[in-house]
Nanobody, 123 residues
Framework: QVQLVESGGGLVQAGGSLRLSCAAS????????MGWFRQAPGKEREFVAS????????KYADSVKGRFTISRDNAKNTVFLQMNSLKPEDTAVYYC????????????????WGQGTQVTVSS
């Protein structure tokens, strides 16, 4: 079992920045591919970004590429999502997820989920 706890969400004006954190506990953090997903009201959960076990490979949704950066600190069992140039359409609940095997762009690839943190971007 892996427990994931997100933090860092909040209300920000368009063009602003936020940094989300996800602290993991339980099993060996470095064994997991980590991902961030988001879900806006009335919409399906969508992939935002993922990072490989070592942190050497990252993947982003086209909608956030160039604005968001995913990173991880395996010594601190934490994954981060730096969000810059935020837009109102980035408003959503953001979820951290861990994948033991294949960490792709589908939510079905991930085995463990956090409770989510709300990000609201005002225009």
């Amino acid at each position: 079992q892996v427990q994931l706890v997100e933090s860092g969400g909040g209300l920000v004006q368009a063009g602003g920045s936020l940094r989300l954190s996800c602290a993991a506990s339980g099993r060996t953090f470095s064994n997991y591919v980590m991902g961030w997903f988001r879900q806006a009201p009335g919409k399906e959960r969508e992939f935002v970004a993922s990072i490989s076990r070592s942190g050497g490979v990252t993947k982003y949704a086209d909608s956030v590429k160039g604005r968001f950066t995913i990173s991880r600190d395996n010594a601190k069992n934490t994954v981060f999502l730096q969000m810059n140039s935020l837009k109102p359409e980035d408003t959503a609940v953001y979820y951290c997820a861990a994948a033991l095997y294949v960490g792709g762009v589908s939510s079905y690839d991930y085995d463990y989920w956090g409770q989510g943190t709300q990000v609201t971007v005002s225009s």
